[in-house]
């Protein structure tokens, strides 16, 4: 299956993902927040939000990266696993929580924050914030025009 609409096809459109494309690679590029805990929060987000795409590109970027195979495969359950420092866990449940905004009953809460708080420091969780929002927007996206995962090869994204 095709994806519904190629947003790179009307250049309006195109201008505005391509923002996106460069909000996320300042971020991926340029922040102290280290290249795991990036890798790691934007395949959760994707998991979360039902992205195949986006978890295809996110879990073979994070492997090409040199990220432990188990770990990758973990992410989806990292509550249950003791694969995960605690400040990725910090992280992870940060993402899950600014992931699920519905859900939760009123966010983020104080003691994820808290949590947050004490493994990154004011600017790592500025790049935190930022990168949950714009994957999921990223990723509200790919659902709505149906783009499908399994064909990704890593690079252009990593």
Not at 19 to 41: E, N, W
Not at 80 to 100: I, K, M, N, P
Request: charged share 20%.
């Amino acid at each position: 299956m095709t994806a519904r609409l190629d947003l790179f096809g009307n250049p309006t459109t195109a201008k505005a993902a391509g923002h996106f494309g460069t909000a996320s690679k300042t971020i991926l590029q340029d922040s102290t927040l280290p290249a795991a805990i990036q890798k790691l929060v934007l395949l959760r987000a994707s998991q979360i939000n039902g992205d195949g795409y986006a978890t295809d590109v996110w879990s073979k970027n994070a492997t090409d990266a040199g990220e432990d195979a188990t770990r990758v495969n973990l992410v989806a359950t990292w509550r249950a696993s003791t694969v995960f420092t605690d400040a990725e866990r910090a992280a992870l449940e940060l993402a899950e929580q600014g992931t699920r905004i519905a859900d939760a009953a009123g966010g983020v809460t104080d003691e994820a924050w808290a949590d947050a708080t004490e493994h990154y420091d004011e600017s790592q969780l500025a790049d935190l914030v930022m990168l949950i929002a714009l994957i999921n927007a990223t990723n509200r996206m790919g659902v709505i025009i149906g783009r499908r995962g399994g064909d990704y090869r890593p690079g252009p994204l990593g």
